[in-house]
């Protein structure tokens, strides 16, 4: 542990340097701690941190600035998320109110808000398969005279569409019918659970329920998790060099990858994973600030940013808490 001078100093090295991207002298962290002691003694505690790992000079007669293990030190001294100025907590409003449309389309416009939020690229992923989610509601349109939409809609925002090839024709009527029939047995149940219902008492109408039930038994099997990006170009303009944007570039492309470093960051009890520390060289010089989300108090995704380890954690960590908690509510409203 540090004791409280160092903390300060510390904690003014890595404020500046995220601030500015330049070295910090011992000069400018006297102009901004409270610590009262002179630029000496500041310049040798200095010398300390950097002893113990926790700052680095890049180059001779040049400040410091903060290594993984000083940014680690930095967020888990914070006694929480930031807070958003009133600014961005209306652009969070007025984006929730307005927010309408299918899953993968807010979740895209989710990742857009979070981007723009923090100057990071955003990541949303969706809810897992539908193990737990249960049917919301279910709705048969007719296409052409042979051919039936269903839509499906579950608990956890995802919407569910098939395309029904009926063996002769059918109205409206026995579409509706067949809506209403499906309603009263399905809602509330899982996609696995769905069973035989009962006749309806209309023969056509019957067929209508079974092609549906066929459909949908034999349609959401092995269904993979999807990944969402947004400000991919903010992100990249974050770094120097060109060779650590094409590494980036090219992990974020292998969704897989992105979803088991954010699962295995939450699994591991954290909200931020800094450098080395999430375990792919590729992103060393990264930071992805994460949180899950709940729909309808059940498991519903992952939220988060990736950035620079020169990020803006206080920041980020507000928006992406704010951001998860209110999209979870938005699902859970359908």
């Given at each position: 542990?540090?004791?409280?001078?160092?903390?300060?100093?510390?904690?003014?090295?890595?404020?500046?340097y995220?601030?500015?991207?330049?070295?910090?002298?011992s000069?400018?962290?006297?102009c901004?701690?409270?610590?009262?002691?002179?630029?000496?003694?500041?310049?040798?505690?200095?010398?300390?941190?950097?002893?113990?790992?926790?700052?680095v000079?890049?180059?001779?007669?040049?400040?410091?600035?903060?290594?993984?293990?000083?940014?680690?030190?930095?967020?888990?001294?914070?006694?929480?998320?930031?807070?958003?100025?009133?600014?961005?907590?209306?652009?969070?409003?007025?984006?929730?109110?307005?927010?309408?449309?299918?899953?993968?389309?807010?979740?895209?416009?989710?990742?857009?808000?979070?981007?723009?939020?923090?100057?990071?690229?955003?990541?949303?992923?969706?809810?897992?398969?539908?193990?737990?989610?249960?049917?919301?509601?279910?709705?048969?349109?007719?296409?052409?005279?042979?051919?039936?939409?269903?839509?499906i809609?579950?608990?956890?925002?995802?919407?569910?569409?098939?395309?029904?090839?009926?063996?002769?024709?059918i109205?409206?009527?026995?579409?509706?019918?067949?809506?209403?029939?499906?309603?009263?047995?399905?809602?509330?149940c899982?996609?696995?659970?769905?069973?035989?219902?009962?006749?309806?008492?209309?023969?056509?109408?019957d067929?209508v329920?079974?092609?549906?039930?066929?459909s949908?038994?034999?349609?959401?099997?092995d269904?993979?998790?999807?990944?969402?990006?947004?400000?991919?170009?903010?992100?990249?303009?974050?770094?120097?060099?060109?060779?650590?944007?094409?590494?980036?570039?090219?992990?974020?492309?292998?969704?897989?990858?992105?979803?088991?470093?954010?699962?295995?960051?939450?699994?591991?009890?954290?909200?931020?994973?800094?450098g080395?520390?999430?375990?792919?060289?590729?992103?060393?010089?990264?930071?992805?600030?994460?949180?899950?989300?709940?729909?309808?108090?059940?498991?519903?995704g992952?939220?988060?940013?990736?950035g620079?380890?020169?990020?803006n954690?206080?920041?980020?960590?507000?928006?992406?808490?704010?951001?998860?908690?209110?999209?979870?509510?938005?699902?859970?409203?359908?």
């Open positions: 542990m540090l004791d409280e001078r160092k903390t300060a100093i510390l904690r003014t090295v890595v404020e500046e995220i601030e500015t991207a330049q070295p910090v002298g000069s400018h962290v006297a901004r701690t409270d610590v009262a002691v002179s630029s000496a003694t500041i310049r040798n505690e200095m010398s300390v941190l950097e002893r113990e790992g926790y700052l000079q890049p180059h001779t007669s040049a400040g410091r600035i903060p290594t993984d293990k000083g940014y680690r030190f930095f967020v888990d001294q914070l006694a929480g998320p930031g807070t958003l100025e009133e600014p961005q907590r209306q652009l969070v409003r007025e984006f929730f109110d307005t927010a309408h449309g299918e899953l993968e389309q807010m979740l895209h416009d989710t990742t857009r808000l979070l981007s723009r939020l923090t100057d990071y690229a955003a990541v949303v992923v969706s809810p897992p398969p539908h193990e737990e989610a249960t049917i919301r509601s279910v709705q048969l349109v007719g296409l052409a005279p042979q051919v039936a939409l269903v839509v809609v579950m608990s956890n925002g995802a919407i569910e569409k098939h395309t029904l090839e009926l063996a002769t024709g109205d409206d009527a026995r579409l509706d019918a067949a809506t209403v029939h499906l309603m009263g047995r399905l809602r509330g899982t996609l696995q659970s769905v069973a035989p219902v009962g006749p309806s008492g209309d023969a056509a109408t067929a329920v079974t092609a549906v039930l066929r949908v038994a034999g349609g959401h099997e269904e993979p998790e999807q990944v969402f990006f947004g400000g991919v170009s903010r992100m990249a303009s974050a770094f120097d060099a060109v060779d650590v944007v094409r590494q980036v570039l090219v992990t974020l492309e292998q969704q897989f990858v992105v979803v088991g470093l954010l699962r295995d960051v939450l699994d591991r009890g954290l909200s931020v994973a800094i080395t520390e999430h375990g792919l060289e590729t992103l060393a010089h990264c930071a992805v600030v994460v949180a899950p989300y709940a729909v309808e108090g059940t498991s519903g992952t939220i988060g940013v990736l620079p380890t020169r990020m954690y206080p920041q980020a960590l507000a928006a992406v808490a704010v951001v998860g908690q209110r999209l979870g509510r938005r699902l859970s409203e359908g």
